[in-house]
């Protein structure tokens, strides 16, 4: 009887021990949040009463949007409602009474995708991109690709945070996805 017992416990221990798969469904990425802006970015712009200021300005790598009249205004890390307001203190400081602007996302900034994918590099962007989404931008998978998870490296606030994601994980714009080869 007692062996039967040892018996049991050395088939349920192996058992109990697949269940767990050792993976965290947290990520120290961010998945929601309000978009801000970046190098790389084009603004669309409106000055209402003003069409010769209205109009698409890219956002530089120092993050700044050259503006008449205004110069350099720096947008980095600001939603586009706070790039609006940005741009329309800088207008209302000495050259409109009180200026109306609003501004959106014309183009996003690209994404970039290496590794084991057919054809790795920088493709543009489109809001609500998953990891799946962006493979299949690249061409799709190597023959030798993990199919099953990927490490992408995005930059939240001053540092570049690298996680380890499922398909379904959404991306930003800038990230950087890196699918690995697999080892069997």
């Not at 956002?59 to 329309?88: M, W």
């Not at 998978?141 to 379904?168: C, E, F, P």
């Amino acid at each position: 009887m007692r062996w039967l017992q040892l018996l049991l416990v050395l088939l349920l221990v192996p058992l109990a021990a697949c269940s767990l798969s050792g993976r965290s469904n947290s990520y120290p990425l961010e998945v929601r949040g309000p978009y801000t802006l970046d190098g790389g970015d084009v603004l669309r712009v409106t000055v209402y009463g003003e069409d010769a200021l209205s109009k698409t300005y890219k956002v530089d790598d120092a993050g700044t949007v050259s503006f008449p009249l205004v110069g350099p205004v720096n947008v980095r890390g600001l939603t586009v409602e706070q790039a609006a307001g940005a741009i329309a203190a800088g207008l209302a400081n000495g050259f409109m009474r009180s200026p109306n602007v609003a501004a959106e996302i014309d183009t996003y900034r690209p994404f970039f995708i290496q590794g084991a994918v057919k054809n790795g590099g920088q493709f543009p962007y489109v809001s609500g991109m998953t990891v799946r989404a962006a493979v299949s931008t690249a061409g799709g998978y190597s023959d030798t690709a993990n199919r099953n998870r990927v490490t992408i490296y995005r930059k939240q606030g001053d540092q570049m945070v690298k996680s380890t994601v499922d398909l379904d994980f959404p991306i930003f714009p800038g990230d950087t996805i890196v699918v690995a080869e697999r080892w069997l």
